[in-house]
């Protein structure tokens, strides 16, 4: 087991000006469950193949443990990795596929297949060992591809968005198999997705990337409780908190009929009059005509106890953002019904206008 640290890394791929990755700076504790999440095209797999030693690293170093891995071949890096196209081969059998990577190292067949049977218990494919990938479910095959890492004991489990192959009920139950596993391993995971529910649900902590840089790195509930920018802000929590720039006063901010209290000494850093304000679905409650801020109801989602509505802030300009809350699903508002809505105490987010970074505690 070990730590791993991105020092300042970078990748720029060649004839690109921008890093896809910029700079990156983290440390993994040992046998700490880290996630990269963020949008298509943020730099998620690229960090990971830069930690895989398969992308080169153009400014920064990377260690794994105290050893800097930075010019270490792939293969001398103790890591195993598991990427969404697992491609297991088809003319092998399970336990075959699982000891490939130790024939290759000259691992002898009795250890091979100890290795090989510990691992198939530990995933619950022992029945399976001698059937071949087209007799087995995408579950199951998904639970080979996580064996051949497993037989080899790195030192660090890389994973790519290894649970994409799947339908969607498969994938939440998958995923939790995953994340205990990872625990009874103990094993250093770093692990790739952009589903923002993936990455709450799996990690230790969370790393939110976005256009090769790094916006967070924080556990799932604080970064839910305390997103440090815009970005964060919108980008993880479903449905999205709502954001929307209002007038910044002295008693406070003006939420449509509604004064917010916020003392304004705490917002250092910006002498604007208008703020950027975020507010989850849930801090929301339904006010009296005046006070808050109305909002036209177009859908009314029912999911039982609870129901979203999607509306259009009354007024507003910006009629292509949905403002979003959730309601009472016993008595929720009707579609096309206006409403208002304002927040609940204590549970607002500032933002600068202009850089996007959070503003007071
Ligand atoms: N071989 C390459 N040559 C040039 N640019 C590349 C190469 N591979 C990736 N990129 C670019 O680098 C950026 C980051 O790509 P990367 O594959 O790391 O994104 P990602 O976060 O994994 O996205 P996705 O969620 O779509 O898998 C993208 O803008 C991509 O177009
Ligand atoms: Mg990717």
Same mark, same amino acid.
């Given at each position: 087991?070990?730590?791993?640290?991105?020092?300042?890394?970078?990748?720029?791929?060649?004839?690109?000006?921008?890093?896809?990755?910029?700079?990156?700076?983290?440390?993994?504790?040992?046998?700490?469950?880290?996630?990269?999440?963020?949008?298509?095209?943020?730099?998620?797999?690229?960090?990971?193949?830069?930690?895989?030693?398969?992308?080169?690293?153009?400014?920064?170093r990377?260690?794994?443990?105290?050893?800097?891995?930075?010019?270490?071949?792939?293969?001398?890096?103790?890591?195993?990795?598991?990427?969404?196209?697992?491609?297991?081969?088809?003319?092998?059998?399970?336990?075959?596929?699982?000891?490939?990577?130790?024939?290759?190292?000259?691992?002898?067949?009795?250890?091979?297949?100890?290795?090989?049977?510990?691992?198939?218990?530990?995933?619950?494919?022992?029945?399976?060992?001698?059937?071949?990938?087209?007799?087995?479910?995408?579950?199951q095959?998904?639970?080979?591809?996580?064996?051949?890492?497993?037989?080899?004991?790195?030192?660090?489990?890389?994973?790519?968005?290894?649970?994409?192959?799947?339908?969607?009920?498969?994938?939440?139950?998958?995923?939790?198999?995953?994340?205990?596993?990872?625990?009874?391993l103990?094993?250093?995971?770093?692990?790739?997705?952009?589903?923002?529910?993936?990455?709450?649900t799996?990690?230790?902590?969370?790393?939110?990337?976005?256009?090769?840089?790094?916006?967070?790195?924080?556990?799932?509930?604080?970064?839910?409780?305390?997103?440090?920018?815009?970005?964060?802000a919108?980008?993880?929590?479903?449905?999205?908190?709502?954001?929307?720039?209002?007038?910044?006063?002295?008693?406070?901010?003006?939420f449509?009929?509604?004064?917010?209290?916020?003392? /304004?000494?705490?917002?250092?850093?910006?002498? !604007?009059?208008?703020? %950027? #304000?975020?507010? +989850? =679905?849930?801090?929301?409650? &339904?006010?009296?005509?005046?006070?808050?801020?109305?909002?036209?109801?177009?859908?009314?989602?029912?999911?039982?106890?609870d129901?979203?509505?999607?509306?259009?802030?009354?007024?507003?300009?910006?009629?292509?953002?949905?403002?979003?809350? /959730?309601?009472?699903?016993?008595?929720?508002? !009707?579609?096309?019904? %206006? #409403?208002?809505? +304002? =927040?609940?105490?204590?549970? &607002?987010?500032?933002?600068?206008?202009?850089?996007?970074?959070?503003?007071?505690?």
């Amino acid at each position: 087991m070990a730590t791993v640290t991105f020092d300042n890394a970078s990748r720029i791929y060649p004839g690109q000006e921008r890093p896809a990755v910029d700079s990156l700076n983290i440390e993994i504790g040992d046998g700490e469950f880290l996630v990269f999440v963020g949008p298509s095209g943020c730099g998620k797999s690229t960090s990971l193949r830069m930690l895989a030693g398969l992308e080169e690293i153009d400014a920064g170093r990377i260690l794994i443990g105290d050893r800097d891995v930075t010019d270490v071949p792939p293969k001398d890096r103790d890591i195993a990795m598991v990427f969404q196209n697992y491609a297991l081969y088809p003319h092998m059998t399970v336990a075959d596929n699982m000891g490939f990577a130790l024939k290759i190292a000259g691992v002898n067949k009795a250890e091979i297949r100890k290795r090989v049977e510990d691992a198939a218990a530990i995933l619950d494919l022992t029945e399976y060992l001698d059937r071949k990938p087209k007799a087995l479910s995408g579950g199951q095959r998904q639970r080979v591809a996580m064996g051949r890492a497993i037989v080899r004991s790195p030192q660090v489990f890389l994973m790519d968005e290894p649970l994409s192959n799947l339908d969607a009920k498969l994938r939440v139950s998958t995923r939790t198999q995953i994340a205990s596993l990872q625990r009874r391993l103990g094993v250093t995971t770093v692990y790739v997705t952009h589903d923002q529910t993936e990455a709450m649900t799996m990690g230790d902590r969370v790393a939110v990337l976005n256009a090769g840089v790094l916006q967070q790195i924080d556990s799932p509930r604080r970064m839910y409780d305390h997103p440090n920018n815009v970005f964060v802000a919108g980008f993880i929590g479903s449905p999205a908190m709502n954001l929307i720039e209002q007038t910044l006063t002295d008693q406070g901010v003006q939420f449509g009929g509604t004064v917010l209290p916020v003392d /304004r000494a705490t917002l250092s850093g910006t002498d !604007q009059n208008s703020v %950027t #304000v975020g507010v +989850r =679905p849930e801090d929301l409650e &339904l006010a009296g005509e005046g006070e808050g801020l109305p909002v036209e109801v177009d859908v009314v989602e029912e999911l039982g106890a609870d129901a979203y509505i999607y509306g259009r802030l009354a007024g507003s300009a910006d009629t292509a953002k949905p403002f979003i809350a /959730r309601v009472d699903g016993r008595r929720p508002p !009707q579609k096309g019904e %206006t #409403v208002h809505l +304002r =927040p609940k105490q204590g549970h &607002l987010h500032l933002f600068d206008v202009a850089n996007g970074q959070r503003l007071g505690d």
